[in-house]
């Protein structure tokens, strides 16, 4: 796969990360699709460090295998993380 194909396929697990995430999440987050994904992706990538740290595969988990059950696990919490603290960084904006 190369470069674009990468790209593309982080965009994409990034939005179907983000969307779970957000509704997995409690009360309104305001922030738009394009939030959504690039949240996703650093989420994913925040997982993927989670595990790393309690002895999974980290970062190259999710290089290898993105669409394994306990990746997507991680990568949704991860990604719950990044948009409690984004929510907690933007809350006094609105």
Do not use: E, H
Not at 35 to 42: A, R
Not at 57 to 78: A, E, K, R, Y
């Amino acid at each position: 796969m190369g470069l674009i194909g990468l790209i593309i396929s982080w965009i994409i697990i990034g939005a179907i990360i983000g969307l779970l995430a957000r509704a997995i999440m409690p009360g309104k987050q305001a922030m738009g699709l394009g939030m959504t994904i690039v949240l996703g992706v650093v989420g994913a990538i925040v997982g993927g460090f989670i595990g790393g740290l309690f002895g999974g595969n980290g970062i190259g988990g999710i290089m290898d295998n993105p669409w394994s059950i306990g990746t997507i696990l991680l990568s949704i919490v991860g990604a719950i993380i990044v948009m409690a603290i984004y929510g907690f960084a933007t809350k006094d904006r609105a």
